[in-house]
């Protein structure tokens, strides 16, 4: 488990579009906002990635940058990015069981008779600020229930207006 208002781990993997994340390189104004999702397989991330993906503006307004990350292999990101609507949300794919380990994330294991892939990470959202330590976690073990984006926002908004620290940190 990550601990509020210490460093977390690095991340460099592949977007879809052709180019590369790395999380250490990000310069958001406010937060780094990654939005961990179990993969292609799964309808309830289409729903709430779409969502992401269609108030993306709220975020960046805000002066957050968004994106969104899973084991998905790069075939099987390039079909979340070619038929779900997540709008500029960028995909980034091929996130190790290592690093989602690191990052404290459920991981589950293909069932029978599924489109599951044999092993994915379960959901999570993470407010990183630009210097990498962590502001705020949520992390699930199934699909379920994931935070309310005009509640998120919300919180966003008083943090940022009312200088409200990183809660957590006696973990």
């Not at 990550?2 to 994340?21: K, S, Y």
């Not at 179990?38 to 993906?53: A, Q, T």
């Not at 899973?70 to 390039?78: F, I, L, P």
């Not at 330590?133 to 509640?151: C, G, I, K, N, Y």
Request: charged share 25%.
């Amino acid at each position: 488990m990550l601990t509020p208002g210490q460093p977390v781990p690095d991340l460099e993997l592949p977007l879809t579009i052709d180019a590369r994340f790395h999380l250490s390189r990000q310069e958001p104004e406010n937060y780094t906002m990654l939005v961990f999702y179990r993969g292609k397989h799964c309808p309830v991330c289409k729903r709430y990635l779409e969502e992401i993906g269609g108030r993306l503006e709220d975020f960046t307004s805000r002066g957050v940058n968004a994106f969104a990350i899973s084991m998905d292999s790069e075939d099987r990101a390039m079909v979340v990015d070619s038929d779900w609507e997540t709008h500029d949300l960028p995909l980034v794919h091929s996130l190790t069981e290592d690093q989602a380990r690191q990052w404290g994330l459920y991981i589950s294991g293909k069932r029978e008779g599924s489109e599951e892939p044999k092993i994915f990470s379960e959901p999570a959202l993470f407010l990183v600020k630009p210097n990498m330590s962590l502001h705020f976690s949520v992390v699930q073990s199934a699909p379920f229930t994931r935070p309310p984006l005009d509640e998120l926002l919300q919180g966003i908004d008083y943090t940022l207006d009312n200088d409200y620290p990183t809660r957590g940190t006696l973990t």
